[in-house]
């Protein structure tokens, strides 16, 4: 996508190396009529429930933003809830793969950096 947050994505695609751990961030397990999922990213340590709805912002008929080449909407859909999280997808631009890791997983993470 053209969000600038890969730092995010990089977290969500090494976490889908371990399925469990995306689904376990996903209370709605299936599609809905009311078109609304509950996911969960972690506060301060604590599991914290995010509404989110399956519109998303396009352009030129596409995903803006995530996307994936097969149906899911999981990557879309959990993006979107760190950008409710952040008050917008603009804010959720530049950040360490480390802040991502400990929102999605829950666990301690931390940046090292090498010379």
């Known amino acids: 996508g053209e969000l600038g947050n890969c730092y995010f994505i990089s977290v969500l695609s090494a976490t889908a190396e371990f399925p469990e751990r995306i689904k376990a961030r996903f209370i709605t397990k299936e599609r809905n009529v009311a078109g609304v999922y509950l996911v969960t990213l972690f506060v301060n340590g604590y599991e914290c429930p995010i509404i989110v709805d399956?519109?998303?912002?396009?352009?030129?008929?596409?995903?803006?933003?995530?996307?994936?080449?097969?149906?899911?909407?999981?990557?879309?859909?959990?993006?979107?809830?760190?950008?409710?999280?952040?008050?917008?997808?603009?804010?959720?631009?530049?950040?360490?793969?480390?802040h991502a890791a400990h929102h999605l997983m829950g666990l301690p993470a931390f940046t090292i950096d090498h010379d």
Do not use: Q
């Open 54 to 98: 399956a519109w998303f912002p396009s352009k030129y008929n596409k995903p803006a933003f995530a996307s994936t080449k097969g149906l899911e909407l999981w990557p879309m859909l959990l993006e979107k809830a760190w950008a409710k999280l952040y008050g917008s997808y603009m804010r959720t631009t530049g950040g360490l793969t480390s």
